[in-house]
């Protein structure tokens, strides 16, 4: 039962230009996500976080779109640079729960120089 | 302020044997996860510990496999009688409280031969 799903496996934006990760959830429990930027053989780190009674949140290059009733968020790069290459996972979880953070399988993301 | 530090960073065990990874939170952080990453895939949610106390073991199998986080020292994954499936990235995070930011340490990579 895959709570939240990322169905893009992969991504290839061009230098420059904007890049869009999108991220489903089907719990309606879930109140707060948070997005993670992963390089091979290393831990995921923190990027941008959204609470539920926000519709989006920035943070410089880095936004995040909370949509309540579609059940979607998505990151907003822009502008994406080689450097953001790499595997981005969204993570949600509930404050009423045990506050596990529940994550997709992750999109891989290639911005090409 | 050092991040999370798990140990070791690789380890390699024969079937049979016993693993255990070791997990530090960051310093002033009472609230330990610990996620599973098989090859090609997301990050699957094992357990959620506070001091002392086991709050979610709703994601670690059932049998070999056991969590711990001790009023004074590391948190322990243990896995006992090692299978070759149970080959994977093991990362733990921590977070000052429930509900926050979760960061995550380097991962320890067990391969079971």
């Known amino acids: 039962d895959q709570q939240v799903k990322q169905n893009s496996p992969s991504l290839s934006v061009q230098e420059g230009r904007i890049s869009i990760l999108n991220c489903d959830y089907t719990n309606s429990m879930f109140d707060y996500f948070l997005w993670y930027k992963k390089y091979p053989a290393e831990g995921p780190t923190f990027l941008i976080s959204i609470s539920s009674i926000k519709d989006k949140n920035e943070d410089g290059r880095f936004t995040v779109f909370l949509n309540k009733s579609a059940k979607h968020l998505s990151l907003h790069i822009v502008p994406s640079q080689p450097g953001d290459s790499a595997v981005y996972f969204c993570?949600?979880?509930?404050?009423?729960?045990?506050?596990?953070?529940?994550f997709g399988t992750g999109t891989r993301l290639k911005v090409l120089a | 302020n050092a991040g999370v530090m798990q140990n070791p960073r690789h380890l390699v065990r024969r079937r049979g044997q016993e693993a255990r990874l070791r997990c530090s939170p960051m310093k002033g952080h009472s609230h330990v996860y610990w996620y599973r990453q098989l090859p090609e895939e997301g990050l699957k949610f094992m357990v959620y510990l506070q001091k002392e106390n086991i709050i979610d073991e709703s994601g670690m199998p059932k049998e070999r496999f056991s969590a711990e986080f001790p009023k004074e020292g590391p948190s322990i994954l243990r896995i006992q009688q090692v299978v070759r499936g149970d080959s994977a990235a093991y990362f733990c995070a921590s977070s000052p409280m429930g509900g926050t930011e979760a960061f995550f340490g380097q991962g320890t990579r067990l391969t079971v031969v």
């Open positions: 993570a949600a979880h509930t404050t009423s729960g045990t506050y596990k953070y529940i």
